[in-house]
Protein backbone atom coordinates (compact mmCIF):
# COMPACT_ATOMS: atom_id res chain seq x y z
CA UNK A 1 0.00 0.00 0.00
CA UNK A 2 2.93 2.35 0.82
CA UNK A 3 4.10 2.14 -2.95
CA UNK A 4 0.85 3.10 -3.96
CA UNK A 5 0.88 6.09 -2.34
CA UNK A 6 4.61 7.11 -4.06
CA UNK A 7 3.43 6.77 -6.79
CA UNK A 8 0.57 8.87 -6.43
CA UNK A 9 2.70 11.45 -4.64
CA UNK A 10 5.52 10.62 -6.97
CA UNK A 11 2.72 11.88 -10.04
CA UNK A 12 1.34 14.98 -8.27
CA UNK A 13 4.53 15.92 -8.07
CA UNK A 14 4.94 15.80 -11.52
CA UNK A 15 1.46 17.05 -12.75
CA UNK A 16 0.27 18.93 -10.49
CA UNK A 17 -2.67 19.91 -12.31
CA UNK A 18 -3.94 16.26 -11.49
CA UNK A 19 -4.75 17.18 -7.66
CA UNK A 20 -8.30 18.24 -8.41
CA UNK A 21 -8.80 14.95 -9.98
CA UNK A 22 -7.71 13.20 -6.96
CA UNK A 23 -9.74 15.30 -4.29
CA UNK A 24 -12.86 14.61 -6.61
CA UNK A 25 -12.18 10.56 -6.85
CA UNK A 26 -11.36 10.37 -3.42
CA UNK A 27 -14.33 12.66 -1.92
CA UNK A 28 -16.32 10.11 -4.74
CA UNK A 29 -15.24 7.20 -3.03
CA UNK A 30 -15.44 7.88 0.25
CA UNK A 31 -18.97 9.47 -0.36
CA UNK A 32 -19.83 5.78 -1.72
CA UNK A 33 -18.49 4.03 1.66
CA UNK A 34 -20.14 5.96 3.63
CA UNK A 35 -23.54 5.78 2.02
CA UNK A 36 -23.14 1.85 1.70
CA UNK A 37 -22.34 1.63 5.37
CA UNK A 38 -25.48 3.93 6.55
CA UNK A 39 -27.49 2.00 4.14
CA UNK A 40 -25.95 -1.42 5.82
CA UNK A 41 -26.76 0.04 9.42
CA UNK A 42 -29.10 2.31 9.47
CA UNK A 43 -31.74 1.21 6.69
CA UNK A 44 -34.82 -0.13 8.76
CA UNK A 45 -35.50 -2.81 5.73
CA UNK A 46 -31.88 -4.81 7.09
CA UNK A 47 -32.01 -6.96 8.92
CA UNK A 48 -28.60 -8.50 10.60
CA UNK A 49 -30.28 -10.45 13.32
CA UNK A 50 -33.09 -12.52 12.25
CA UNK A 51 -33.58 -14.56 15.44
CA UNK A 52 -33.85 -10.88 18.04
CA UNK A 53 -34.60 -8.26 14.67
CA UNK A 54 -36.89 -9.99 12.72
CA UNK A 55 -38.70 -6.72 11.09
CA UNK A 56 -36.40 -3.42 12.33
CA UNK A 57 -38.68 -1.20 10.55
CA UNK A 58 -41.07 -1.71 13.81
CA UNK A 59 -38.75 -0.42 15.75
CA UNK A 60 -38.86 2.92 14.19
CA UNK A 61 -40.25 5.85 16.22
CA UNK A 62 -43.23 7.37 14.84
CA UNK A 63 -41.68 10.56 13.85
CA UNK A 64 -38.06 9.04 13.30
CA UNK A 65 -36.88 10.31 9.85
CA UNK A 66 -34.69 8.07 7.67
CA UNK A 67 -34.08 9.90 4.82
CA UNK A 68 -31.45 12.06 4.23
CA UNK A 69 -34.08 15.17 2.69
CA UNK A 70 -37.72 14.72 3.13
CA UNK A 71 -39.39 17.46 1.02
CA UNK A 72 -43.00 18.24 2.52
CA UNK A 73 -43.13 16.15 5.25
CA UNK A 74 -42.49 17.80 9.43
CA UNK A 75 -41.45 14.73 11.04
CA UNK A 76 -42.16 16.71 14.26
CA UNK A 77 -45.64 17.34 14.18
CA UNK A 78 -46.22 13.25 13.70
CA UNK A 79 -47.62 11.40 16.46
CA UNK A 80 -48.24 7.37 17.21
CA UNK A 81 -51.79 6.49 15.39
CA UNK A 82 -52.11 2.77 15.82
CA UNK A 83 -54.04 0.89 18.61
CA UNK A 84 -51.78 -1.23 20.66
CA UNK A 85 -52.25 -5.15 21.62
CA UNK B 1 -62.66 0.01 22.77
CA UNK B 2 -61.28 3.24 23.76
CA UNK B 3 -62.68 6.38 22.66
CA UNK B 4 -59.85 7.88 21.18
CA UNK B 5 -59.54 4.60 18.42
CA UNK B 6 -62.87 4.92 18.05
CA UNK B 7 -63.11 8.03 17.12
CA UNK B 8 -60.05 7.69 14.95
CA UNK B 9 -61.67 4.80 13.08
CA UNK B 10 -65.26 6.94 12.44
CA UNK B 11 -63.24 10.08 10.88
CA UNK B 12 -60.70 7.58 8.59
CA UNK B 13 -60.24 9.06 5.11
CA UNK B 14 -57.47 7.00 4.06
CA UNK B 15 -54.30 5.56 5.84
CA UNK B 16 -51.94 7.97 6.93
CA UNK B 17 -47.96 9.02 6.39
CA UNK B 18 -46.47 5.85 8.03
CA UNK B 19 -42.86 7.04 9.07
CA UNK B 20 -41.63 3.20 8.74
CA UNK B 21 -42.44 3.34 4.90
CA UNK B 22 -41.49 6.94 3.47
CA UNK B 23 -40.56 5.87 0.13
CA UNK B 24 -42.92 5.44 -3.24
CA UNK B 25 -42.57 1.53 -2.60
CA UNK B 26 -45.86 0.66 -0.40
CA UNK B 27 -45.68 -3.34 -0.54
CA UNK B 28 -44.39 -3.14 2.86
CA UNK B 29 -46.85 -1.00 4.26
CA UNK B 30 -49.48 -3.18 2.62
CA UNK B 31 -48.44 -6.14 4.07
CA UNK B 32 -47.61 -4.84 7.71
CA UNK B 33 -50.66 -3.85 7.91
CA UNK B 34 -52.39 -7.04 6.75
CA UNK B 35 -50.48 -8.93 9.27
CA UNK B 36 -51.04 -6.55 11.77
CA UNK B 37 -54.44 -7.10 11.52
CA UNK B 38 -54.65 -10.77 12.11
CA UNK B 39 -51.90 -10.59 14.58
CA UNK B 40 -54.18 -8.11 16.32
CA UNK B 41 -57.28 -10.40 16.41
CA UNK B 42 -54.84 -13.45 17.57
CA UNK B 43 -53.55 -11.59 20.32
CA UNK B 44 -57.00 -9.80 21.58
CA UNK B 45 -58.90 -12.57 21.23
CA UNK B 46 -56.71 -14.71 22.94
CA UNK B 47 -56.93 -12.09 25.43
CA UNK B 48 -60.65 -12.71 25.17
CA UNK B 49 -61.10 -8.86 24.65
CA UNK B 50 -63.03 -7.02 22.18
CA UNK B 51 -61.25 -7.25 18.65
CA UNK B 52 -62.60 -4.01 17.41
CA UNK B 53 -59.55 -1.90 17.77
CA UNK B 54 -58.14 -4.40 14.72
CA UNK B 55 -60.61 -2.74 12.49
CA UNK B 56 -58.00 0.34 12.24
CA UNK B 57 -55.55 -1.93 10.64
CA UNK B 58 -58.38 -3.86 8.23
CA UNK B 59 -58.98 -0.10 6.98
CA UNK B 60 -55.82 0.65 6.55
CA UNK B 61 -54.64 -2.31 4.44
CA UNK B 62 -58.08 -2.23 2.60
CA UNK B 63 -57.00 1.47 1.40
CA UNK B 64 -52.95 0.03 0.18
CA UNK B 65 -53.82 -2.86 -1.30
CA UNK B 66 -54.28 -4.66 -4.21
CA UNK B 67 -57.83 -6.47 -3.98
CA UNK B 68 -56.33 -9.50 -5.96
CA UNK B 69 -53.15 -9.65 -3.24
CA UNK B 70 -55.61 -9.51 -0.37
CA UNK B 71 -57.74 -12.62 -2.19
CA UNK B 72 -54.76 -14.46 -2.55
CA UNK B 73 -53.65 -13.83 1.00
CA UNK B 74 -56.86 -14.72 2.68
CA UNK B 75 -56.75 -18.07 0.53
CA UNK B 76 -53.49 -19.15 1.51
CA UNK B 77 -54.60 -18.50 5.27
CA UNK B 78 -57.45 -20.20 4.69
CA UNK B 79 -55.33 -23.25 3.19
CA UNK B 80 -52.63 -22.27 5.91
CA UNK B 81 -49.62 -21.25 3.40
CA UNK B 82 -49.81 -18.45 4.70
CA UNK B 83 -45.84 -17.34 4.67
CA UNK B 84 -45.97 -14.15 6.67
CA UNK B 85 -45.65 -15.16 10.78
CA UNK B 86 -49.20 -14.10 12.24
Same mark, same amino acid.
Given at each position: ????????????????????????????????????????????????????????????????????????????????????? | ????????? !???? #? $? *?? /????????????????????????????? !???? #? $? *?? /????????????????????????????????
Amino acid at each position: MSSFFGVVAKQIKSHPALIPLFIFISGGATMSVLALTRAALKNPDVSWDHKNNPEPWNQMKPNQQYKLLAVNMDYSKLKKDRPDF | MSDAVQEKI !KNYR #T $A *PF /DARFPNTNQTRNCFQNYLDFHRCNKVLSA !KDQD #T $A *PC /DWYRRVYKSLCPISWVQKWDDQIEAGSFPGKI
